[in-house]
């Protein structure tokens, strides 16, 4: 067992074993997950606001092209690769590697990103 999750381990027993919400367990960088699944669910869905807020800064900045896109790939895996290995320090061979966390809801982020720039970026700024 490494040291991380020993620590968490004896947080969530100190904590008298109740358990927490999900959405506390998000900010909380002591959380226990039990659940594989609850945290990928929480990967896939900061990915969404993710792609939701970069998309309408994108569209309003009048950001176009590559550019736009290779920043995008870059804030939104480093986001999430620091916020499960430096935050939440869970140990990535449980989920199948890094690559594994680092992909989980990234194409559908992406598509998501893509249609909100598209719309704000065509509102505000076409001819």
């Not at 381990?9 to 358990?19: F, Q, R, S, Y």
């Not at 309408?56 to 690769?81: E, M, Q, R, S």
């Amino acid at each position: 067992m490494t040291n991380g999750s020993k620590r968490k381990e004896e947080v969530h027993l100190a904590n008298g074993g109740v358990k927490q919400s999900t959405w506390s367990k998000v900010l909380n960088s002591t959380a226990v997950w039990e659940d594989k699944d609850e945290f990928l669910d929480v990967i896939y869905w900061i990915r969404q606001i993710i792609a939701l807020i970069l998309g309408v800064i994108w569209g309003v900045a009048p950001l176009k092209g590559f550019l736009g896109i290779a920043i995008f790939c870059v804030i939104n895996a480093g986001v999430l690769y620091v916020y499960f290995s430096s935050f939440q320090q869970v140990d990535e061979e449980e989920y199948g590697g890094t690559w594994e966390l680092t992909k989980e809801g990234f194409m559908t982020s992406f598509a998501l990103f893509l249609v909100v720039w598209i719309i704000f970026y065509t509102a505000l700024h076409h001819d």
